[in-house]
């Protein structure tokens, strides 16, 4: 649709400016939804004030969720457009270190977008992919919008659902069904990252290969240790620290560049 061949490999922004060009030609292919553009720019302005680099308290954040994904007895991971776009093969990744299933669940649902990101992480490598069509055929009370429609061999009868760039409703709804959800989510003040069981603030692009990594380094611990680690895990306590860097880098970074 555009032509990108215009972005200098010397651009000062050049991996975020090929990161929106990935988000511009998912929504090109059906994968996006027009709002998913929306959502990716508040996710940079979040990443700038958190300084484009991983925390500790992401660090923190991606040992209990690995944790959480090693202990779960049905592990699902929620896909949405942004994802798709964004980290296919990490998503496919993800799925075959732990055996959690890949469910396509999305907040502008159509049929057309269903498919389009089922091609995605086909083409990822990705052998099957739940939500799809009729399959999504149990419905969430809790919640209200389209992401209420769920795979009954995923997302209904998981016990961890792993929900990456979500938009609030349905994190609140999976955890008051007694679910863990696991969430990537830039914004440390949204909804799902104050609802959320386990919540990583860094950019999905970052946090992704950190899981998987640490998924492999912890795999072989005993789940006694892995059901410690994750019992001795505060969401409340690591989001303090979060929003405590953010305003700390705001008034050193602030003082740094407006000096008098
Ligand atoms: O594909 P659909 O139809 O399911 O729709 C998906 C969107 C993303 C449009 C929908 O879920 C939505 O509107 O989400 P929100 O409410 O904008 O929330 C998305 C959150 O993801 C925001 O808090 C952003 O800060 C965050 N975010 C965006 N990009 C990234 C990110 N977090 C981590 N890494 C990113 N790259």
């Given amino acids: 649709m555009f032509d990108h061949?215009?972005?200098?490999?010397?651009h000062p922004r050049y991996e975020s400016l090929k990161t929106r060009e990935k988000m511009t030609t998912g929504?090109?292919?059906?994968?996006?939804a027009p709002a998913g553009l929306i959502a990716h720019g508040r996710g940079e302005a979040f990443d700038y004030l958190i300084g484009e680099k991983s925390g500790a308290f992401a660090d923190e954040a991606v040992h209990a969720a690995a944790c959480a994904f090693l202990i779960a007895e049905h592990p699902v991971i929620s896909v949405n457009g942004n994802i798709a776009a964004l980290c296919p093969e990490d998503l496919v990744r993800l799925s075959g270190e732990t055996g959690a299933?890949?469910?396509?669940?999305?907040?502008?649902?159509?049929?057309?977008?269903?498919?389009?990101?089922m091609k995605v992480?086909?083409?990822?490598?990705?052998?099957?992919?739940l939500g799809i069509g009729k399959n999504a055929s149990a419905v969430l009370p809790e919640v209200g919008s389209a992401r209420r429609r769920v795979d009954p061999e995923g997302i209904l009868k998981a016990d961890m659902v792993f929900v990456?760039?979500?938009?609030?409703?349905?994190?609140e709804g999976l955890v008051n069904m007694g679910?863990?959800?696991?969430?990537?989510?830039?914004?440390?003040?949204?909804r799902t990252a104050c609802k959320a069981t386990v919540t990583i603030v860094d950019n999905i692009l970052r946090a992704m290969p950190a899981l998987i990594a640490k998924i492999k380094e912890l795999k072989?611990?005993?789940?006694?240790?892995?059901?410690?680690?994750?019992?001795?895990f505060s969401n409340t306590a690591v989001m303090r620290k979060c929003i405590g860097h953010i305003s700390k880098r705001l008034t050193e970074t602030g003082r740094h560049l407006y000096e008098e």
């Avoid at 679910?179 to 949204?190: A, E, Q």
């Fill in 5 to 10: 061949s215009y972005i200098p490999k010397d």
């Fill in 27 to 32: 929504m090109s292919d059906h994968v996006v």
């Fill in 101 to 117: 299933l890949l469910e396509v669940n999305l907040f502008y649902r159509s049929a057309v977008r269903e498919k389009a990101i």
């Fill in 121 to 129: 992480l086909k083409n990822a490598g990705a052998k099957h992919v």
């Fill in 164 to 171: 990456p760039l979500e938009d609030g409703d349905r994190t």
């Fill in 179 to 190: 679910k863990r959800v696991i969430t990537v989510d830039l914004n440390p003040l949204s």
């Fill in 220 to 232: 072989n611990r005993d789940k006694a240790w892995l059901t410690s680690e994750f019992a001795s």
